[in-house]
């Protein structure tokens, strides 16, 4: 029995969860024991040399017992090119973040790479962006020598051992890679121990990571998945899909899915990444939308801020009397504004479909109405000389820059998903 009360073959409890990044590829934060790390598949010319990174405030202690790193980069540099197949015009690199080093970071290291390449290729085969071969299923484990052979190390365990042997081996019993940090020649005896143990150690290890390796779910017929919490905005879309037989689902019926972080700089933007990044995830059609308020006065602010114009904790009435105050000095005539909405449309091998639409208006001095929400009380409709918060839902809905989107959504989007794909 080990100190940490483990026995000697077995490892540490392993965990992860799929990130939904903006730029990699594929994402997993992955962990083994206390050892806590990211590895990232990001596009890029050419098939790059993998980079790897300690923290700022890493240890001299922590970088020594991954030692063993530097034989990784050619490790993973040829289990990325056993994956991409063909003559490519693209190339990916592999970008290691350590967190955390607490023993077996190297193998660490090689089994958030199994699982990254996993997801990747359930993203490829809803995407068909790129040719990947299937990989053949692999983990890696590591033995310390003390008074006997003990499996997936930590720190404590590592610093007391003689030497320390990594093992990559396929669920076939091949083993892709193999080496040890020991000045020693190996004899067979040993050699025979090693791989005995590794071999149970992999199949082991491997079992649990296909087990509950994330891949793409079924796709789900008749379904479309509206990208809000707001029920209210899933019925309007509801009534639209329904025509054609379509249930609707919304960010509620999947509360296991992580929050798409908003980082584009257009509304297209940030609706596009909502969208494929959850039909991605889900392998279902995903309606998102990202609209806010222009006033030409302010050079198109709020715009894409427009949720959080006045901080990052989201307040209409905040957001309104900021609006006012940065138009207090602002004449009636140049108080021009326009609403936006722009709506993505996403599903496994199509290409995202986007419309847009713009409601014109000007902002008034005084809230005014009881409906509606956001800007609503000081957008004035010219024409009606009543703001949109003074509109009925139906009234609303006629005119408005989501109303707009959706007519010209409600034209295309049937042959768009039932069409063939290229």
């Known amino acids: 029995m080990r100190y940490n009360g483990r026995y000697a073959l077995d490892h540490r409890d392993v965990s992860w969860t799929t990130q939904a990044k903006k730029y990699p590829f594929a994402t997993i934060s992955y962990q083994q024991g206390e050892t806590k790390l990211e590895v990232s598949l990001v596009e890029c010319e050419t098939l790059a040399v993998p980079v790897i990174y300690f923290p700022e405030d890493a240890t001299n202690d922590q970088i020594k017992r991954a030692k063993l790193m530097d034989t990784l980069p050619n490790t993973l540099h040829c289990l990325l090119k056993k994956v991409i197949v063909g003559k490519q015009s693209f190339g990916f690199k592999v970008v290691v973040t350590i967190q955390q080093a607490d023993g077996s970071v190297t193998a660490a290291v090689i089994n958030a790479l199994y699982l990254v390449l996993t997801q990747a290729i359930a993203k490829q085969q809803m995407t068909k962006k790129h040719a990947f071969a299937l ?41 892709i890679d193999w080496y040890n940090d020991s000045p020693e020649v190996f004899d067979i005896e040993r050699i025979n121990e090693s791989f005995i143990l590794g071999q149970r150690a992999a199949e082991s290890l491997l079992a649990e990571l296909m087990t509950t390796t994330q891949v793409a779910m079924p796709l789900e017929e008749k379904t479309i998945m509206i ?39 257009t509304f297209a933007e940030n609706a596009c990444l909502k969208a494929e990044t959850i ?29 959080r114009f006045a901080g990052l904790q989201k307040s209409d009435a905040a957001n309104n009397a900021k609006l006012l105050h940065e138009l207090t000095d602002v004449a009636d005539e140049q108080r021009t504004a326009q609403f936006h909405c722009t709506l993505a449309f996403a599903a496994p091998e199509r290409e995202t479909l986007v419309v847009s639409a713009e409601w014109p208006g000007r902002i008034g001095r005084i809230p005014r109405g009881e409906n509606g929400f956001g800007y609503d009380p000081l957008f004035v409709v010219p024409k009606l000389n ?37």
């Open 386 to 422: 009543k703001t949109a918060a003074e509109l009925t839902g139906a009234e609303k809905n006629t005119i408005s820059h989501r109303g707009q989107a959706m007519t010209k959504l409600a034209a295309i989007w049937q042959g768009w998903l039932e069409g063939e794909t290229k």
């Open 135 to 175: 990989i053949d299923d692999f983990a890696a484990v590591t033995l310390a020598k003390q008074e006997e052979m003990l499996v997936d190390p930590d720190a404590i365990e590592e610093s007391k051992a003689e030497f320390l042997l990594v093992m990559v081996m396929c669920k076939d019993g091949r083993f």
């Open 279 to 307: 039909a991605q995830q889900l392998n279902i059609p995903v309606l998102a939308d990202d609209s806010g308020l222009k006033v030409d006065a302010l050079n198109g602010l709020p715009g894409v801020y427009s949720a």
């Open 227 to 265: 990208a809000t919490n707001n029920q209210g905005k899933a019925k309007e879309f509801a009534s639209l899909f329904a025509k054609a037989g379509y249930q609707i689902k919304t960010l509620a019926d999947y509360k296991e899915l992580p929050e798409v972080e908003e980082t584009g700089q």
